[in-house]
């Protein structure tokens, strides 16, 4: 497998054997009980957050009573779901929360990132990203292993094999203009922007102050993952992320991306087209050199 990471398998094998129970007619409960897991490892499973013995799957097949061309898809995802990514190896500084998001972000084949506060990482300069990391962490260590894998999980916007994703962004403007102490830095940071969105698979595009308030007002920030097929399971849903202080939100149900999908196009509506975005962007470097 290559290192696109281990998440979307590992949530295909949770969506999957959670479909065969509901076919069966099995609650979770009724399930847990039946296999001797107990309720939390059940939901673990099911909402991908874990991977997944073979055992573990012939059982849980057995039970749903699931045809055996399924049981050896489901067999061969969870093999799939054990290998570990690249950011395994920064260990405490990646929290547990975080890790299910790089690894979704990995295998993605589009990705779309609304920023109202703050440059969305896979955009992030090394000087932003340590200005960024400074108002978390006050041990320079800590700031460097963060920056590292920021700066790490930017190479997919680069691979080869798989192809690299597409990547839309949308920012506010008060993203741009909300400095860094360092101003050279985050000159250069303006200018990375512009310079990426010369690329063919990405796009920065700012909602100008002059937009007013708009749909995407009171959503925060959010990235929509869309993603490829993965052998002969069908693809992943579509999902939103929604990061907080602790934690995060993944939603899939098809009224929650619908939604999503509703304030991107929005945010569209009331963005700058690419060279309107640009000229914007390069208006504010201009300025902060007076």
């Not at 001797?36 to 849980?60: L, Q, T």
């Not at 972000?105 to 920023?115: C, N, T």
């Not at 990391?133 to 691979?159: I, K, P, T």
């Not at 990426?196 to 002059?210: E, H, Y």
Request: aromatic share 6%.
């Amino acid at each position: 497998m290559t290192e696109t990471g281990s998440t979307v398998p590992r949530r295909q094998v949770g969506r999957l054997l959670r479909q065969l129970r509901e076919q069966a007619g099995i609650s979770l409960m009724a399930a847990a009980g039946e296999l001797e897991f107990s309720r939390a490892r059940m939901y673990r499973i099911e909402n991908g957050e874990v991977p997944v013995r073979k055992h573990d799957v012939i059982a849980m097949c057995g039970v749903y009573s699931a045809p055996g061309h399924m049981t050896e898809v489901l067999i061969g995802l969870a093999a799939e779901s054990k290998a570990k990514g690249w950011w395994h190896a920064y260990g405490d500084v990646v929290p547990a929360w975080f890790e299910l998001y790089v690894g979704m972000e990995q295998a993605a084949s589009r990705l779309r990132s609304y920023a109202p506060g703050v440059i969305p990482g896979l955009l992030q300069t090394r000087e932003y990203a340590e200005a960024v990391f400074r108002s978390w962490h006050a041990d320079d260590d800590a700031v460097g292993s963060a920056v590292a894998v920021r700066l790490e999980r930017q190479s997919l916007l680069s691979r080869r094999l798989p192809e690299a994703p597409r990547l839309d962004v949308i920012v506010d403007e008060g993203v741009l203009r909300r400095a860094i102490p360092d101003t050279l830095g985050m000159q250069k940071q303006l200018a990375h922007l512009v310079n990426m969105s010369t690329r063919r698979n990405i796009g920065v595009r700012v909602v100008p102050f002059a937009a007013g308030p708009h749909k995407a007002a009171s959503s925060g920030q959010f990235t929509i993952l869309e993603f490829p097929a993965v052998g002969t399971a069908s693809p992943e849903p579509a999902t939103i992320y929604c990061e907080n202080l602790t934690g995060a939100l993944y939603l899939d149900k098809l009224t929650e991306v619908e939604t999503y999908e509703s304030i991107w196009d929005g945010l569209e509506a009331v963005a700058l087209d690419q060279p309107g975005s640009d000229d914007l962007i390069r208006t504010i470097i201009e300025e902060s050199d007076g």
